[in-house]
């Protein structure tokens, strides 16, 4: 057995570890730590047998106090819903448009809005209604397919657009190419027109023009204005949801894209709904 080394500066003990000539002394650890390390066991032991801890075999030990985080935020979730509760009954006693006349009211409405359109609209129409080209319609603008007030925005969310509600909005736009309604000269002659109908400098009376008035102004307006009670978008502005080159226009004219959004009436209360409504009007283009 090795004899213990005593540091002669000291008279401590070493641990008989030496690096470059210095050695390690074995003093005893303080007693405030030693006293403090057996505190947090008991600690800890008391813990056990108060509150959940470990698991078992059917399930866990659930402590003497019963206590979960669960009841805790189904607690403060109820306290919430009673302090908006308030603002939600509002929300639905009165109508769309005295909804911006009461500034407390519009103020919770626009955040609680904002909650559910990211919840549940910015995975399509992009964070704030900014919108995906080619594939979503931009909501943050005042170009508007189907009506921009606060009603025609509350209807479009209720009922969607080509969903499978029975009041859903629905418009169709012919496949002109595909079903061989216009030839592939007359649709290249189409998408000319349409592009100089955004610039301002479209002829109608030209066989285009004419071809335009007989097929297409019926939906789009005789100068491309677009018609909202029919879902016909305009078409004399440089606002364009599937691409604006002339390749992107032969395209939809040929074989239409019909995009679908979904009727979120019955999945959201009305409060939400009218909060959603209120929201999306107030990005920038509500009308």
């Known amino acids: 057995m090795a004899k213990t080394e005593i540091d002669a500066a000291t008279g401590v003990p070493t641990t008989g570890h030496e690096w470059d000539g210095v050695k390690e002394l074995d003093n005893p650890l303080p007693k405030w730590w030693v006293m403090t390390y057996f505190v947090t066991i008991a600690v800890s032991i008391v813990y056990v047998f108060l509150y959940p801890s470990f698991p078992t075999g059917t399930g866990y030990l659930k402590g003497s106090l019963g206590h979960t985080e669960r009841i805790s935020v189904e607690q403060r979730l109820g306290e919430a819903r009673a302090a908006q509760s308030q603002w939600l009954d509002q929300l639905t006693a009165v109508s769309l448009e005295e909804i911006p006349a009461n500034a407390e009211l519009l103020t919770f409405a626009r955040q609680g809005g904002q909650a559910a359109f990211n919840t549940n609209c910015a995975g399509c129409h992009g964070v704030g209604g900014g919108g995906q080209l080619g594939k ?8 508007w397919i189907w009506g921009g007030d606060l009603e025609a925005i509350h209807t479009t969310i209720s009922y969607g657009i080509r969903s499978d509600h029975d009041e859903a909005r629905v418009s169709e736009m012919p496949a002109f190419g595909a079903d061989e309604i216009l030839s592939a000269e007359e649709i290249d002659a189409m998408a000319d027109f349409v592009l100089a109908m955004a610039q301002g400098s479209a002829d109608f009376g030209s066989d285009a023009g004419v071809s335009y008035l007989e097929n297409c102004a019926a939906c789009h307006g005789e100068q491309g204005e677009g018609i909202a009670d029919l879902g016909g978008p305009k078409l004399n502005d440089f606002v364009w949801l599937y ?12 074989r239409p894209q019909q995009g679908v959004m979904p009727a979120f009436g019955p999945r959201l209360d009305e409060a939400t709904v009218r909060m959603l409504s209120v929201y999306v009007h107030s990005l920038g283009g509500g009308q």
């Open 136 to 143: 979503y319609p931009v909501l943050a603008d005042d170009d």
């Open 243 to 254: 691409g604006d080159s002339k390749e992107a226009i032969v395209a939809q004219i040929s």
